[in-house]
């Protein structure tokens, strides 16, 4: 299997508050990796370091081969790093299938045909297709969820980085993402997701890390990881939070 991405002893601080501590972890190309812990553990900042809108103070971030610890975001971008963000950001007044076009065009870098046929693509992955000519401000919860997705797999992404993206959704509204997510896993898309929502998580990653105080506390196979005492005592605290 090839190692798509790399975090070797990434830390990063904010004054007195540390959000990554000596953070290192790999994900082989095609894995759905999930990242639980409290909130201000540090997990938004993980993504934000891995996208590049954040410098680590230390350590290096190697993506598909390549060292990116010192390029840009839109370098990270145009090599294959997409995200979602844990508020969807679509343009409100554009329609879904624009919103799509955007992200093909900015960010997949391709016009015309090309891109429409990619926006089609993924909306039907996606599954919002029949809402294609919908104003992107009148989308359901789920839905807007959706165009989270869709903005982010108009980048052609090869890791895609979710940040809890089930949060707010109703049981049947989050089997149905789990059912989108699973299908654009087994598409080859690898994986990172930041969730509360663990009955979710635990529906598609192969493996889980906790993180707390930016340090990684846990990592492995998810059913071990939950049932170990470390984790339920934090575990429980999501619970209690979410
Ligand atoms: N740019 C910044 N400047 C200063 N402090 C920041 C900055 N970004 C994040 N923080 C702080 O770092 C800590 C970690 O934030 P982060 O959003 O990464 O946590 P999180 O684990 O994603 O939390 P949540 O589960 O609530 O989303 C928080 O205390 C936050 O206030």
Same mark, same amino acid.
């Given at each position: 299997?090839?190692q798509?991405?790399? !975090?070797?002893?990434?830390?990063k601080?904010?004054? *007195? /508050?540390? /959000? =990554? ?6 994900l082989?190309? +095609?894995?759905?990796l999930?990242v639980?812990g409290?909130? +201000?553990?540090?997990? &938004?900042s ?6 590049g809108?954040l410098?680590?103070? *230390? ?13 840009? =975001? ?17 343009? &409100?007044?554009?329609t879904?299938?624009?919103?799509a ?6 960010s ?12 089609i693509?993924? #909306? ?10 919908d ?5 359901? !919860?789920?839905?807007?969820k959706?165009? @989270? !997705?869709?903005?982010?797999?108009c980048?052609?992404?090869r890791l895609? #980085?979710l940040?809890?993206?089930?949060g707010? #959704?109703?049981?049947?509204?989050c089997? =149905?993402? %789990? ?8 598409? +080859?898309?690898s994986?990172?997701?930041? @969730?509360? /929502? ?6 598609v990653?192969?493996?889980? %890390? /906790? %993180? ?8 492995g ?5 939950m049932?170990?005492?470390?984790v339920?005592?934090i575990? #429980?605290?999501?619970? =209690?939070?979410?």
């Amino acid at each position: 299997m090839t190692q798509i991405l790399q !975090l070797d002893a990434v830390s990063k601080a904010f004054g *007195a /508050v540390t /959000v =990554a501590d000596d953070l290192s972890y790999g994900l082989e190309e +095609g894995e759905a990796l999930g990242v639980l812990g409290p909130n +201000g553990a540090g997990k &938004t900042s993980m993504f934000n370091l891995i996208t590049g809108t954040l410098k680590p103070d *230390a350590g290096r971030i190697t993506f598909a081969g390549d060292d990116i610890t010192a390029l840009g =975001a839109a370098r990270r971008s145009r090599s294959g790093i997409a995200r979602s963000f844990q508020v969807p950001q679509p343009f &409100t007044h554009m329609t879904v299938f624009e919103n799509a076009m955007v992200a093909a065009t900015q960010s997949a870098g391709l016009a015309g045909r090309e891109a429409e046929r990619l926006c089609i693509e993924v #909306l039907d992955q996606t599954e919002l297709l029949d809402k294609a000519n919908d104003r992107a401000g009148g989308l359901t !919860l789920l839905n807007r969820k959706r165009l @989270e !997705l869709t903005r982010a797999l108009c980048a052609k992404p090869r890791l895609l #980085l979710l940040d809890e993206i089930a949060g707010g #959704l109703t049981e049947a509204e989050c089997t =149905a993402l %789990i059912a989108t997510i699973k299908s654009i896993h087994a598409s +080859g898309v690898s994986i990172i997701w930041i @969730e509360h /929502v663990v009955h979710a998580l635990m529906a598609v990653v192969e493996r889980l %890390i /906790v %993180i707390d105080f930016g340090r990684k506390i846990a990592e492995g196979e998810p059913k071990a990881i939950m049932d170990s005492p470390e984790v339920q005592e934090i575990y #429980l605290g999501i619970e =209690a939070d979410a």
